[in-house]
């Protein structure tokens, strides 16, 4: 079974600074999906980031960026420039290919941009 | 992105009465939706995924007969709770999608907050 595992609970960051949020996996499958949710206060899940494992290349989005290792399973998100509205729960995600699409959550790391 | 609207956004029922929380895709079709729970502070956990048209699958753990889940149509699901308890009051989230290989984004509703007194 797949597992997704975030290890920071809670991160602060001063606003226009940069930080990571981890993300570890486990899977056997080759071909699946990761994605960085974001649920701000307002409880709505938005979709921050994807990445296709066959992918080698790192996607990125603006401010947003992940450093995706494949062999170590591990699927950081890098946000620069943070800003007040980044302050959100940040979910990590995986959704394989074989069998049921559906996506597998992680534990979640509450974000804080501080002013 | 497509919008998922979930309606109510928030209700309060007393024990013993059900709840019917709906889940609409309103500008796109969706083959399949997903029902989550959400505890305060926690991640979303999957409650069951519903197909139009066929059963729904629950996963391990959720009382089938307690939460009632009808896909009726591609753009309508809904999660009724069924004799609430305190004990169901929480976050209910919904998300719509047409996942594959091609489509791999899941959009979900805004959520239902269901306080059981």
């Known amino acids: 079974a797949q597992t997704v595992t975030q290890s920071q609970p809670e991160m602060s960051v001063q606003e226009a600074e940069t930080v990571t949020l981890s993300c570890t996996y486990d899977?056997?499958?080759?071909?699946?999906?990761l994605f960085w949710y974001k649920q701000p206060p307002s409880r709505q899940m938005i979709l921050v980031i994807r990445?296709?494992?066959?992918?080698?290349q790192n996607a990125t989005e603006n401010r947003f960026s992940v450093n995706f290792q494949k062999a170590a399973k591990s699927f950081s998100l890098k946000i620069s420039d943070s800003q007040l509205g980044d302050t959100a729960m940040y979910f990590c995600?995986?959704?394989?290919?074989?069998?049921?699409?559906?996506?597998?959550f992680g534990t979640g790391t509450r974000l804080k941009v501080l002013a | 992105g497509a919008v998922v609207s979930q309606h109510p956004s928030w209700v309060i029922c007393k024990s013993g009465t059900s709840v019917k929380i709906e889940c609409r895709s309103l500008?796109?079709?969706?083959?399949?939706m997903f029902w989550y729970r959400q505890f305060p502070k926690q991640s979303l956990m999957l409650m069951a995924t519903?197909?139009?048209?066929?059963?729904?699958?629950?996963e391990q753990g959720v009382e089938k007969d307690k939460f009632l889940i009808n896909h009726a149509s591609l753009t309508l699901s809904t999660l009724t709770v069924t004799s609430a308890h305190p004990e169901d009051s929480s976050f209910y989230i919904c998300?719509?999608?047409?996942?594959?290989?091609?489509?791999?984004?899941?959009?979900f509703g805004q959520g239902t907050r269901l306080t059981v007194v």
């Open positions: 998300s719509a999608s047409n996942l594959d290989r091609a489509n791999t984004e899941a959009f």
């Open positions: 899977t056997s499958e080759n071909n699946y999906y």
């Open positions: 990445q296709e494992a066959y992918k080698q």
């Open positions: 995600a995986f959704m394989g290919t074989s069998g049921t699409y559906k996506y597998i």
């Open positions: 500008d796109f079709q969706a083959t399949t």
């Open positions: 519903s197909n139009e048209g066929s059963k729904a699958t629950y």
